[in-house]
C-alpha cells in the first residue's frame, strides 16, 4: 500500500465523518515523518460505533471483508491486494479506548494520551503515539519487519523497545 493510497483512504473515511488513526508499520512511519519501508497494509484503529459506515465508505472505494475476527478485527481487501487492517475501539469518556483481545478478560487498552499526530508523504494524519506502539509489538516472536519497525523507534525516539 503506498502513501498516496494510504492518504486516500483516510481522505474518503474522514469526509464521511469517521474517526481512525493509523498503527501497525505506516504507523509508525507517520510518527517518524518518512516511509522507511514498503507496506503491504495499513492499520487502522477506528470506533466500534462507527463500524457500519468505516465498511461502508471502504466497499465503495472498492474493498471487501476477507477477514472476520470481531471483535478483535477485521480486514477488508481490494481487487489489487491492498489491505486494510481495521480494529474496532470502544471509547470511555476521558478519551481512553480499549479493543476486544483474544484474552476477554484482558483487552488491549489505549490510553488518551497515544492518539496523536504524525506525517505520511507531507500530509498530517491521525495515529498511534510511539509508546503504544511498542506496547502492541510484544508478546509475539517478531518479523523482521517488526525488528526494523522498532529500530526506527529507537533511532528517531530513543525509546525502549523489547527487541
Known amino acids: 500500500m503506498t502513501a498516496e493510497e494510504v492518504l486516500s483512504v483516510l481522505a474518503r473515511l474522514r469526509q464521511a465523518g469517521t474517526d481512525v488513526w493509523i498503527g501497525g508499520g505506516w504507523g509508525i ?11 503491504r497494509d495499513v492499520d487502522l484503529m477506528h470506533r466500534q460505533d ?14 471487501e471483508e476477507s ?4 471483535p478483535i478485527r477485521c480486514v477488508v481487501t481490494a481487487s489489487d491486494g491492498r489491505e486494510i487492517d481495521l480494529h474496532p475501539l470502544v ?7 480499549v479493543q476486544a483481545s483474544p ?17 505520511v508523504a507531507g500530509t498530517s494524519v491521525p495515529c498511534l503515539s510511539a509508546e503504544q506502539q511498542v506496547y502492541f509489538h510484544q508478546g509475539y ?17 530513543g525509546i525502549t523497545t523489547h527487541f
Open 29 to 39: 512511519d507517520a510518527l517518524i515523518g518518512e516511509q522507511t519501508r514498503d507496506h
Open 50 to 63: 462507527q463500524e457500519p459506515l468505516v465498511m461502508s465508505v471502504l466497499s465503495e472505494a472498492g474493498f
Open 67 to 70: 477477514l472476520d475476527h470481531r
Open 91 to 97: 471509547f470511555s469518556d476521558d478519551g481512553s479506548a
Open 103 to 119: 484474552e476477554p478478560e484482558r483487552p488491549f487498552v489505549y490510553p488518551a494520551s497515544c492518539f496523536t499526530t504524525g506525517t
Open 141 to 157: 516472536e517478531p518479523t523482521d519487519r517488526d525488528r526494523h519497525d522498532m529500530a526506527q523507534l529507537r533511532r528517531v525516539f
